[in-house]
């Protein structure tokens, strides 16, 4: 069964507006984290936000910010002022206790490649 | 800032051949991962590392596949005998000591492994 769910192939957004990027998952676990991550063009996977089961505030990393809904299951990325820098493929990511101890099993969605116009 | 460090960025082999990938992890981590993305599709665990041993595994990491440490620095990802299938872009990633749910992993930039 698929854990991670990214429903958007592609998004366009035009420069200085915001964006939010859909994810939804699926544990029974009560504890789990969720993260995205940023990979440009170039490759490279770029840690963005984390967001804890348990965390009661949603996450936020400067013009990040993490729409956690609990009970719909989902972790939306939010992007406010959008900028050229920041057209790239958005991975959603979970960890939970399914994962195993003693490890570091990320589980992946398929991904949103953002596009942001001028 | 430290950042995790792979080599090379784009390996082309012939079916058949083994290769290794290389990665220097952040020196203060512990915990180290392979991750690979086959092109278009999502990014897969493969394996973590700790204490000089494998903790866990995914099913692909067969018996074509295997991970060492071998010196304080290194850690590599040797794949015996490569096959087309096996192209894709493979990614090291470490963590810092205790693996709790809000632990980031810290990526490197990839090493685009192509199969001819």
């Known amino acids: 069964a698929q854990k991670i769910t990214q429903t958007q192939p592609g998004m366009f957004v035009q420069e200085k507006e915001a964006v939010t990027l859909d994810c939804t998952y699926d544990?029974?676990?009560?504890?789990?984290?969720l993260f995205w991550y940023k990979q440009p063009s170039s490759g490279e996977m770029i840690f963005l936000i984390y967001q804890g089961s348990y965390d009661e505030q949603n996450a936020t990393e400067g013009r990040y910010s993490l729409n956690f809904q609990k009970a719909r299951k989902s972790a939306n990325l939010v992007i406010s002022a959008s900028q050229l820098g920041d057209s790239a493929m958005y991975f959603c990511a979970m960890r939970d206790a399914y994962s195993g101890a003693g490890s570091y099993q990320l589980t992946f969605g398929k991904g949103t490649k953002l596009s942001v116009i001028p | 800032e430290p950042e995790v460090t792979q080599t090379p960025s784009h390996q082309v082999t012939q079916m058949g051949q083994e290769v290794i990938l290389r990665c220097v992890p952040i020196?203060?981590?512990?915990?180290f991962y392979w991750y690979r993305q086959i092109l278009g599709q999502k990014v897969e665990f493969l394996v973590s590392f700790y204490n000089n041993e494998i903790s866990e595994k995914s099913e692909i990491f067969d018996d074509q596949f295997s991970v060492e440490r071998p010196d304080g620095s290194n850690f590599t990802l040797k794949i015996r005998s490569t096959k087309l299938e096996d192209s894709a872009m493979y990614f090291c990633a470490s963590s810092r000591d205790i693996p709790d749910m809000n632990t980031e992993a810290f990526f490197g930039q990839g090493t685009r492994l192509t199969v001819v």
């Open positions: 020196s203060n981590h512990l915990y």
């Open positions: 544990t029974s676990d009560q504890s789990y984290g």
